[in-house]
């Protein structure tokens, strides 16, 4: 978790050895990918340098993946084969879209749909080139990479090279959402000539060698497609299903509000891969970094009791995660619209956009200072969209 990241630097100063695991140099901030995708932003702007980040605040960078975590013996193994100890181990390895066919593009970890950008500005540089694009999953995430999307294709004025076609299983786009809402993108996206197709399931996907992708469901004739995007649900990672730590039946680890993993008093875990026990929250960013200062304060605590010689503090001892009463959402459209919800509530606004824009921007500028520190106000809240105008 970043914020524990950036405040490392007093615990390596009191002496404390922190490492940082990670397979990727760089964190993508998913809040602003699907802007990425639709030509917003360029790559450089989304990302965090994790490398740097660590030895600035003189924290061991370990570029690799987690295989498998011993809590007995307090020691995490990677998948190159090292075995790393920790006193104290916090957790914020995100989730991951199950059963991925092979070819698909996924969108957990959200690194892995770099891929689809290079696609789309392939398809773009090149004035005779079209591009077939499958959207499975019609949630937050598959919908809002979809507008942006044809938003793109649209500000291009190339809307007839893009076919795309957003596959949902459920009987409605955006499950869950509030009904103005999710008639709202459906609109979008249908007069931007995408293909909405809900109460529909993805039986097979193959990924012939040099072909076009075929998309295979229940209910209509099977799709070619240039490119497959896996936005399904989530579950936990590999690292979590090993049986070491307790999951939840989606394999996500399960914590006290305290964010101690259940009877591990010296793990911690936050975001996409926590579970925490007595709390319904949905797999969004919002949740994530709001659990961050409350991650950072409670590992601060139980490294201060280590280190004075103490037992781990108990949970009555650390903060408690308090979420919000409502999860609020704001989704860009790929126009000047922002789409804003929380519970039942919804609007659409430009001004909403904005709103996204200086939240996003605001906290991604606390680590990646090259990209953002000399970002006027003006910067922090544009209003820039895939295409400008409302459609």
């Known amino acids: ?3 524990s ?11 404390i050895d922190v490492t940082l695991i990670d397979p990727q140099q760089h964190l993508y901030y998913s809040g602003m990918v699907p802007e990425y995708l639709g ?10 340098d994790l490398a740097a980040q660590a030895r600035q605040n003189g924290v061991s960078f370990v570029q690799d993946a987690g295989a498998s975590i011993d809590p007995a013996a307090r020691v995490v193994k990677t998948r190159a084969g090292d075995a790393i100890p920790f006193d104290v181990l916090a957790l914020d ?5 199950p059963a ?45 990479v979809s507008m942006n999307v044809t938003g793109r294709f649209a500000g291009a004025d190339r809307p007839s090279d893009l076919d795309l076609t957003v596959i949902e299983q459920a009987d409605r786009l955006l499950p869950g959402f509030p009904a103005g809402l999710r008639t709202d993108v459906a609109d979008r ?5 995408a293909t909405v197709s809900t109460g529909t399931t993805v039986t097979n ?29 989530t579950v936990g990672p590999p690292l979590l299903r090993d049986g070491a730590l307790p999951t939840d039946d989606t394999g996500f680890v399960q914590t006290t509000r305290s964010l101690q993993v259940q009877n591990q008093p010296r793990l911690f875990a936050a975001g996409d891969c926590a579970t925490i026990t007595g709390l319904d929250l949905a797999r969004v960013g919002v949740h994530a970094v709001k659990q961050g200062p409350t991650l950072r304060d409670n590992l601060h605590h139980t490294l201060q009791s280590l280190g004075a010689g103490a037992d781990v503090p108990s949970p009555n001892d650390l903060h408690t995660f308090r979420p919000y009463p409502l999860t609020p959402l704001i989704l860009s459209t790929g126009t000047a619209d922002g789409l804003w919800t929380a519970g039942p509530m919804w609007a659409a606004h430009p001004w909403l956009l904005r709103l996204k824009h200086g939240v996003d921007r605001r906290w991604i500028r606390q680590y990646a200072p090259e990209r953002w520190d000399t970002a006027s106000w003006r910067d922090q809240f544009g209003a820039e969209s895939a295409v400008s105008e409302h459609t």
């Not at 996206?189 to 000539?193: A, E």
């Open 205 to 233: 996907v193959e990924s012939p060698k040099d072909a076009p992708a075929v998309v295979q469901t229940d209910t209509a004739s099977p799709l070619r497609a240039d490119a497959v995007l896996w936005a399904t649900g």
């Open 189 to 193: 996206l249908r007069r931007r000539g």
């Open 93 to 97: 390895v995100g989730s991951a879209n």
């Open 1 to 3: 978790m970043l914020p």
């Open 39 to 48: 030509g917003v932003y360029d790559e450089e702007d989304v990302r965090i």
């Open 100 to 144: 991925v066919p092979r070819g698909a593009i996924a969108t957990k970890p959200i690194a892995d749909i770099r891929p689809m950008a290079s696609q789309i500005e392939h398809t773009l540089a090149d004035a005779n080139a079209q591009l077939r694009l499958v959207v499975v999953g019609g949630g937050a995430a598959g919908a809002e």
């Open 5 to 15: 990241l950036v405040h490392a630097d007093t615990w390596t100063q009191a002496g």
